[in-house]
Every structure is written in structure tokens, then in C-alpha cells.
């Protein structure tokens, strides 16, 4: 007793009362994705077949389709069941079929005829109810084998299928079309009660045709329920497939790393562009023929070579400290030094280093280069 006893006190990884399951047991796996999915997880997603689809909807489409394909072929279907029925009856006399075989063939040819056009019917219905949900999408990935799912996990297995939301929404659904096919299936035949007792004195196709009729407007009446049931079925649906696709912080890091390129790499090659661009710009300014500039806030420095260019071109600029950095290169090698506070402006924010300036701009230039190159005696130069 007392080796029972201390077996019962010893912390078994398998004993647990009934009200007092591991915690563990329904611990999410997705426990810290919180961020909504990115366009290219949506997308890696759909590639695989992972879309949000609501199987109510094409169930409900197959079978209004389908029993609408019945009714309106009821003649059609009636007239081969008749003659099929007469030909066997026929033949049971006739045949041998022991040693000819000729029924077999006429079995195809009857089912054939019977059976193809409501399956078209369901086909075509089941590809539009896909098309309207999900678009053309054709992917062999959900009917891979994969053999990590034959071991499943037991937990997560229990947790979705009795501890979730989608366990009661999915509980929730199949009472509620149980219920409306069973009121719409009362509500029809207490409606036609009088017809129905009256079955017994009716000839025999025309009680068929009653009870056809009845169950008939119950199948409709019930594919319709299915398919007003399955729009908010598919919204449910959709949002299921956007909460299994999100992401933690760590996986939109890692996904922007390998398709962005890590951003501390991303921003030393922005800083070594700006400083070969900055170092480039300074080689650039002594060659300028004027710097225009705010005067402390911008120096735009240009350089024009009347056989070489159409128009004067920009060749530095610069904001705030660079902008000083221009104006004392700019003095150190002599070149002139022109305050024109809105040109200057203008040419910062419309101009690209590299650029010929617009022809907005030509008579305004003209005059500070001719005054440029009248004061320094060179020979004009018209823009």
C-alpha cells in the first residue's frame, strides 16, 4: 500500500485529473503572430493552394444546379428510364447472357445518357462556385502526400476540432441546416397534406408526380438556405485563412531581409552613395561657372560650355551645411558666387545633379552669366 501510495505522489508526465489537463495540451502554436500576413505571404499562400474557399457555397450551387438540371430534363430522363426498363424486360427473354454479350454495352450506352448531362451540370456549377471564390487557380500542392501529416499533433488536433471557434461556428452550421431542412421540409408537407392523404386513390404517376413535386420544392427551398448560409459561411472562412497566415515581428524582419536586403546593409550603401555623390559634387564645383544661392540655405552650382551643352547644367547642390560647404569651395576656387534667393530655390527642387536647367530658366541665367563673363573679361556667351 504505502509503495502505491508513493508511486500516486510522484509527478507522472501522463496523470492528470479530468479538470486539470497540461497546460501545454492547448497551447497555440502560432502563440506571438500578431501582425497581419504580408502581400507576398498572401501570395506564397495562394501559390500553394492555401485560399480561403467556402465548400458550402459550391455544395449549395451543385445542388440547385444539379436538381434544377433534373427538372428541366425530367422528360428527357423519364423517356430513357422507360426505354431502358423495356429493353431489359425485353431482353431477359431474348438473350443469352451466358454466351452473348450485349447487355453490358447497352448498360453503358443507358447510364451514359441518364448520368452525363446532370454531372456536366454539377461540374460546371462546382467550377463557377471555385471561380467566384478564389479565381483560376491550378496547384498540385494540396494533393502532395507529406509525411510529417501522418503523426499528427494530437494537442492542436483537439484544440480545432472541439476548443475553437471554428469547432462552434462548424457545430453551429450543421444544426442550423438540419433545422431549416426539417422546418422547410414540415412547412411543404403540411401544405400539401391534403394531396398526400389523397395518394392512395391517385394513379400511380400521378402521386409520383406529387411526391416529385413536393420534394423538389423542398430541395430548392433548401439549396437556396445553403447558399445564403454559405456567404457568411465563406466571410467566417476568410478570416480563418487571414489569422492562420499571421506573422510574428521576427518572421516580417526575417521576409523583408531576404527580399529587401538587410536594412543595416541597405543603409551603409546609402551612406557610401552619398558620400562618393558628396565627394563628386565637391570635384564638380571648381569647374562651375557660377554657384547660385539662397544665401544660407541653398548653393546650386552650374556649369555651362557653350559648344558641349544646350543649356547650362547643374553639377552640385546642396541644403544647410552643404550648402556652406559649396559656397567655401566655390570662394577658395574663385568662382563667382550669385545671391538669388527664388532661382536658387527653384533649381534645388526642380533640378537633378547631372541635368540641363529649363528653358524657364535661360533668360534669367543669361543675364547673371553675361555679368559674369563681362566682369571676368571673357567673351559673352549667350545661354
Same mark, same amino acid.
Given at each position: 500500500?504505502?509503495?502505491?501510495?508513493?508511486?500516486?505522489?510522484?509527478?507522472?508526465?501522463?496523470?492528470?485529473?479530468?479538470?486539470?489537463?497540461?497546460?501545454?495540451?492547448?497551447?497555440?502554436?502560432?502563440?506571438?503572430?500578431?501582425e497581419?500576413?504580408?502581400?507576398?505571404?498572401?501570395?506564397?499562400?495562394?501559390?500553394?493552394?492555401?485560399?480561403?474557399?467556402?465548400?458550402?457555397?459550391?455544395?449549395?450551387?451543385?445542388?440547385?444546379?444539379?436538381?434544377?438540371?433534373?427538372?428541366?430534363?425530367?422528360?428527357?430522363?423519364?423517356?430513357?428510364?422507360?426505354?431502358?426498363?423495356?429493353?431489359?424486360?425485353?431482353?431477359?427473354?431474348?438473350?443469352?447472357?451466358?454466351?452473348?454479350?450485349?447487355?453490358?454495352?447497352?448498360?453503358?450506352?443507358?447510364?451514359?445518357?441518364?448520368?452525363?448531362?446532370?454531372?456536366?451540370?454539377?461540374?460546371?456549377?462546382?467550377?463557377?462556385?471555385n471561380?467566384?471564390?478564389?479565381?483560376?487557380?491550378?496547384?498540385?500542392?494540396?494533393?502532395?502526400?507529406?509525411?510529417?501529416?501522418?503523426?499528427?499533433?494530437?494537442?492542436?488536433?483537439?484544440?480545432?476540432?472541439?476548443?475553437?471557434?471554428?469547432?462552434a461556428?462548424? %457545430?453551429? #452550421? =450543421?444544426?442550423?441546416?438540419?433545422?431549416v431542412?426539417?422546418? +422547410?421540409?414540415?412547412?411543404?408537407? @403540411? /401544405?400539401?397534406?391534403?394531396?398526400?392523404?389523397?395518394?392512395?386513390?391517385?394513379?400511380f404517376?400521378?402521386?409520383?408526380?406529387?411526391?416529385?413535386?413536393?420534394?423538389?420544392?423542398?430541395?430548392?427551398?433548401?439549396?437556396l438556405?445553403?447558399?445564403?448560409?454559405?456567404i457568411?459561411?465563406?466571410y467566417?472562412?476568410r478570416?480563418?485563412?487571414?489569422?492562420?497566415?499571421?506573422?510574428?515581428?521576427?518572421?516580417?524582419?526575417?521576409?523583408?531581409?531576404?527580399?529587401?536586403?538587410?536594412? %543595416?546593409? #541597405? =543603409?551603409?550603401?546609402?551612406?557610401?552613395?552619398?558620400?562618393? +555623390?558628396?565627394?563628386?559634387?565637391? @570635384? /564638380?564645383?571648381?569647374?562651375?561657372?557660377?554657384?547660385?544661392?539662397?544665401?544660407?540655405?541653398?548653393?546650386?552650382?552650374?556649369?555651362?560650355?557653350?559648344?558641349?551643352?544646350?543649356?547650362?547644367?547643374?553639377?552640385?547642390?546642396?541644403?544647410?551645411?552643404?550648402?556652406?560647404?559649396?559656397?567655401?569651395?566655390?570662394?577658395?576656387?574663385?568662382?563667382?558666387?550669385?545671391?538669388?534667393?527664388?532661382?536658387?530655390?527653384?533649381l534645388?527642387?526642380?533640378?537633378?545633379?547631372?541635368?540641363?536647367?529649363?528653358?524657364?530658366?535661360?533668360?534669367?541665367?543669361?543675364?547673371?552669366?553675361?555679368?559674369?563673363?563681362?566682369?571676368?573679361?571673357?567673351?559673352?556667351?549667350?545661354?
Amino acid at each position: 500500500m504505502e509503495l502505491f501510495l508513493t508511486l500516486l505522489r510522484k509527478p507522472l508526465f501522463f496523470r492528470f485529473t479530468p479538470f486539470e489537463l497540461p497546460v501545454g495540451f492547448f497551447a497555440a502554436e502560432d502563440e506571438g503572430r500578431t501582425e497581419e500576413p504580408t502581400e507576398h505571404k498572401i501570395r506564397k499562400a495562394r501559390e500553394e493552394g492555401k485560399v480561403a474557399k467556402s465548400v458550402e457555397f459550391s455544395s449549395a450551387l451543385i445542388l440547385l444546379f444539379g436538381i434544377i438540371a433534373i427538372a428541366v430534363l425530367s422528360k428527357y430522363l423519364l423517356s430513357n428510364v422507360v426505354s431502358m426498363l423495356r429493353f431489359f424486360y425485353r431482353s431477359s427473354t431474348e438473350v443469352d447472357i451466358t454466351r452473348e454479350a450485349v447487355l453490358l454495352p447497352v448498360f453503358y450506352r443507358y447510364f451514359l445518357r441518364l448520368v452525363l448531362p446532370t454531372v456536366a451540370v454539377a461540374f460546371a456549377a462546382a467550377l463557377i462556385g471555385n471561380l467566384v471564390q478564389v479565381g483560376f487557380l491550378f496547384s498540385t500542392k494540396p494533393i502532395t502526400p507529406d509525411f510529417n501529416r501522418i503523426v499528427p499533433h494530437f494537442g492542436r488536433y483537439f484544440k480545432r476540432a472541439l476548443f475553437s471557434g471554428e469547432a462552434a461556428f462548424n %457545430l453551429g #452550421k =450543421s444544426v442550423f441546416k438540419v433545422l431549416v431542412i426539417a422546418v +422547410l421540409a414540415f412547412l411543404n408537407i @403540411r /401544405a400539401e397534406f391534403p394531396r398526400i392523404s389523397r395518394l392512395m386513390t391517385l394513379p400511380f404517376l400521378a402521386g409520383m408526380g406529387v411526391v416529385t413535386s413536393i420534394a423538389f420544392r423542398v430541395i430548392v427551398e433548401a439549396s437556396l438556405a445553403m447558399l445564403v448560409l454559405s456567404i457568411f459561411d465563406y466571410y467566417f472562412q476568410r478570416r480563418q485563412h487571414l489569422e492562420s497566415l499571421k506573422m510574428s515581428r521576427q518572421e516580417i524582419k526575417e521576409e523583408r531581409r531576404m527580399y529587401e536586403g538587410d536594412p %543595416l546593409i #541597405k =543603409s551603409r550603401l546609402r551612406e557610401r552613395m552619398r558620400e562618393i +555623390l558628396t565627394r563628386n559634387m565637391m @570635384r /564638380a564645383v571648381p569647374k562651375a561657372d557660377v554657384v547660385i544661392t539662397n544665401p544660407t540655405h541653398y548653393a546650386v552650382a552650374l556649369e555651362y560650355r557653350r559648344i558641349e551643352m544646350e543649356a547650362p547644367v547643374v553639377t552640385a547642390k546642396g541644403a544647410d551645411n552643404m550648402a556652406l560647404k559649396i559656397r567655401e569651395l566655390a570662394e577658395e576656387s574663385s568662382v563667382p558666387v550669385v545671391e538669388n534667393r527664388p532661382l536658387a530655390r527653384a533649381l534645388y527642387d526642380e533640378v537633378e545633379i547631372g541635368e540641363a536647367i529649363p528653358e524657364k530658366f535661360y533668360e534669367v541665367l543669361a543675364t547673371i552669366l553675361a555679368e559674369i563673363y563681362k566682369l571676368s573679361g571673357r567673351a559673352a556667351e549667350v545661354v
